[in-house]
């Protein structure tokens, strides 16, 4: 068997393209096969994919067809029944996908290799893979696709904040077995962007946040992706006034490498969300609000306070004890 031609390596691949004879054919894959010759009917139906890659079809036996799109395999299949009908005009439709496995990597929270059911597409996909980092440049999301039996690749880049923008869904194709999307990395950060993705299914539902020091209810918070700073110490209460020390707020983060980010900002009520002054959150972030000049004089007074009053109090009780003891010898 002489496989079809494929296109090169690398080649560039258009989002037409995406939606067009580019599924490459595998193990697990059902399909149906119909002749135009009303005489042919009888050698048609269904059929699917065996483990070895061959399927075994009436009048040609066991054929090789993992590796060709459908395309390839429909112009491969006429070409064979050409030798056996007068008029071997076919059809060749996938009626049951194989269930894919996606490569995710990039700017998520869990990149690897993930097993989607088949009609899955990318926004699908990078939840399965916790969703996006705040890093993540969702509108440069390279999708890589196999596009032939010589391992020739396509690709192209797509847009993802028009489909939560503008729900254009044309950036948010059907993904095939073995594709791989790669989610870029950013520095550049749109404040409204950021809001959108994480009341997104690009983004985990929840994250979970400490806040401690010197807030009114300091402990552990349940909030919604990509929470801002400043909003996550007004749902632990806010600063105690006097003895927070507002303008030096710390956020501490477990980098991805296993380091540890600390950072330090100004708490400002009414500040919008920005990387600068007030970032959004992701998942085990803990911001400390440290204890003011104030609040540390305070405790300091405090803790003197303890053996002052401990001293006082035995000093009481050895003058009861005396004035009783004096008030037996003189009576």
Do not use: C, H
């Not at 490569?103 to 926004?123: A, H, M």
């Not at 396509?154 to 948010?172: F, I, P």
């Amino acid at each position: 068997m002489s496989s079809p031609t494929a296109p090169g390596r690398g080649e560039r691949l258009s989002l037409t393209e995406v939606y067009s004879d580019l599924y490459v054919l595998g193990p697990g894959d059902t399909l149906q096969l119909n002749f135009l010759d009303p005489a042919a009917k009888e050698v048609g139906g269904g059929f699917g994919i065996l483990p070895d890659g061959t399927a075994s079809l009436p009048l040609l036996g066991s054929v090789q067809l993992s590796g060709l799109t459908i395309g390839q395999a429909t112009r491969w299949l006429t070409s064979l029944y050409s030798r056996q009908l007068v008029r071997p005009q076919l059809y060749l439709t996938l009626v049951g996908p194989r269930p894919s496995k996606i490569s995710i990597i990039g700017e998520v929270e869990k990149p690897g290799l993930y097993p989607l059911p088949s009609f899955s597409t990318p926004v699908t996909a990078i939840q399965q893979a916790g969703g996006v980092t705040l890093n993540s440049d969702i509108r440069r999301v390279v999708l890589r696709r196999l596009a032939g039996p010589d391992g020739s690749l396509k690709e192209t880049t797509l847009d993802l904040s028009q489909v939560l923008l503008q729900g254009n869904q044309l950036q948010n194709p059907i993904l095939f077995d073995g594709d791989t999307l790669i989610v870029s990395k950013t520095t550049d950060f749109i404040p409204e962007e950021i809001l959108q993705v994480g009341i997104s299914n690009l983004s985990p539902s929840a994250i979970n946040v400490n806040v401690i020091g010197e807030v009114k209810s300091p402990g552990t918070l349940q909030l919604a992706a990509n929470t801002p700073m400043v909003e996550a110490i007004f749902k632990a209460g806010g600063p105690i006034k006097w003895r927070a020390q507002t303008n030096k707020i710390q956020l501490v983060r477990f980098g991805r490498d296993g380091k540890v980010l600390r950072q330090t900002y100004q708490y400002k009520q009414f500040n919008n969300i920005s990387q600068a002054s007030n970032p959004p959150l992701r998942n085990g972030d803990t911001i400390i609000v440290n204890k003011s000049a104030f609040g540390q004089v305070i405790d300091a007074i405090g803790d003197l306070a303890v053996p002052i009053n401990a001293a006082t109090g035995l000093l009481n009780i050895y003058n009861t004890w005396y004035f009783y003891r004096w008030n037996d010898r003189n009576n």
